[in-house]
Structures are given as C-alpha cells and as structure tokens.
C-alpha cells in the first residue's frame, strides 16, 4: 500500500502523485498545522510544521520584499502534511548500518536511506508545487535561499522552544544567524497555524488558492 487517504478523503498516491489531488484549504494547511516538530519534544505544545513555515515565509519577505522566496519557503516542507516530520536524527541513524567485524562494532553508511527520501519528497513537492501554479524544481537560487533561512528558523526555534541538552547540534545549525524576533515565539494552536499558513499561500502565492477554488 502506497498510498494515503487525507482529511477530506482525496487518496495521494506516494509513488505518482496527481496535482489534482492537493487541496491547500481542506487538507495540506490543517495536516500541517497538526504535525508537530522536534519530535514533539517542546514543552509548551505541539510546534507546528504549519507555524514553522510562516515564520519562515514572514522573515524571508521582510528581508528581501520577494513573495517568490517567501512562496518557497512556505511551501518547502508542504509535503510533510503526507509523510510528517521525520526528524534529522532519525533519518541518520536509518543511514547507518551497525555490524560487527572481528568482535569489534563498526558503523556502516547506508546512503540509499536518504536518497530514497529524498525522491519522495522531490515527488510530493513536484505535485504541491504544481497545485500551487509553480514551477519544480526550485531555481537554484531560491532553493540556496530556502535552505538557508530552513537553518535559521530552525536555530531559533531551538534556543527559544527547547530546554538545552548540553550537546552541540550540527555545526551548520550552530552557525546559523538567529531570525529576529517581536518577542518569543510562542506555540500556536492547530486552529491558528492553519489558518495563519492560508493567509501566507493567499499573501504569497495567491494563484494556489485561486486554482483550487
């Protein structure tokens, strides 16, 4: 079985996934509102992948006035309201092997973990990005430029919803220029984040909203 039944009852194949079958109203925006990030591990509430998009979205056009990055960005983890967040920890430890050679254990990369994900993904932006009237694959600008702001958010995401383990992240994510900030952020309930993630699709990529209509 590979493929998935939504909140309004549309079936996405995972393998051939049809743009016809993305609704942006009644099922990509509340699914994300209810995928939650960091594993769940935020003791404030379920952080939203819904929430997380728009506070990307928000900061890349407050920096560069460019809906189209702020379109990008809001939609770079759309695919998630299929698949959830599955978190980078994990996803590296599905990409390690662990054998024993000579009583000794030894730590096998498995690269075809990731790229198999990564074609599944590439898959679902593909028909999400096509739903929305946009091209895939990203410029490779853009998609420099959404990475980028990814490790920002996700840099102060973490120093304002999590409590510090005593280990250092990725060094990448260390390095990361905090996004600024009116205030904390707080975690938004599912309700709100959809609703909030609508607005920026009509704000950004109104064109989404006036195909599906």
């Given at each position: 079985m590979?493929w998935l039944?939504?909140?309004?009852?549309r079936?996405?194949?995972?393998?051939?996934?049809?743009?016809?079958?993305i609704d942006?109203?009644?099922?990509?925006a509340p699914?994300l509102?209810?995928v939650?990030r960091?594993?769940?591990?935020?003791g404030?509430g379920a952080?939203s992948?819904?929430q997380?998009c728009?506070v990307?979205a928000?900061a890349l056009?407050?920096?560069?006035?460019?809906?189209?990055?702020a379109?990008a960005?809001l939609l770079?983890d759309?695919?998630?309201?299929?698949i959830?967040d599955i978190?980078?920890?994990?996803?590296e430890a599905?990409?390690v092997?662990?054998t024993v050679d000579n009583?000794r254990?030894?730590?096998?990369?498995?690269?075809?973990?990731r790229?198999?994900l990564?074609r599944?993904?590439?898959?679902?932006?593909q028909?999400?990005?096509h739903a929305?009237?946009l091209p895939?694959?990203?410029?490779?600008h853009?998609?420099?430029?959404?990475k980028?702001?990814?490790?920002?958010?996700?840099r102060?995401?973490?120093?304002q919803l999590?409590v510090?383990?005593?280990?250092?992240?990725?060094?990448?994510?260390e390095?990361a220029?905090p996004?600024?900030?009116?205030?904390r952020?707080?975690?938004w309930?599912?309700?709100k984040a959809?609703?909030?993630?609508l607005?920026?699709?009509?704000r950004?990529c109104p064109?989404?909203?006036?195909?599906a209509?």
């Amino acid at each position: 079985m590979t493929w998935l039944s939504t909140t309004t009852g549309r079936i996405v194949d995972l393998l051939r996934p049809d743009p016809a079958a993305i609704d942006f109203r009644g099922d990509v925006a509340p699914q994300l509102a209810r995928v939650a990030r960091f594993g769940g591990a935020v003791g404030s509430g379920a952080y939203s992948v819904a929430q997380h998009c728009v506070v990307g979205a928000d900061a890349l056009y407050h920096e560069t006035r460019d809906p189209t990055l702020a379109a990008a960005f809001l939609l770079h983890d759309a695919h998630e309201y299929l698949i959830g967040d599955i978190t980078t920890p994990v996803v590296e430890a599905l990409s390690v092997h662990l054998t024993v050679d000579n009583g000794r254990e030894v730590a096998v990369r498995v690269p075809e973990v990731r790229m198999q994900l990564s074609r599944l993904k590439s898959r679902l932006d593909q028909a999400i990005h096509h739903a929305a009237g946009l091209p895939w694959p990203l410029p490779r600008h853009t998609a420099a430029v959404v990475k980028a702001m990814d490790l920002r958010v996700l840099r102060t995401e973490r120093d304002q919803l999590t409590v510090p383990c005593g280990r250092r992240w990725a060094s990448e994510v260390e390095a990361a220029k905090p996004v600024p900030m009116r205030g904390r952020l707080t975690v938004w309930p599912w309700p709100k984040a959809a609703d909030e993630w609508l607005m920026r699709l009509d704000r950004y990529c109104p064109q989404a909203l006036n195909r599906a209509a």
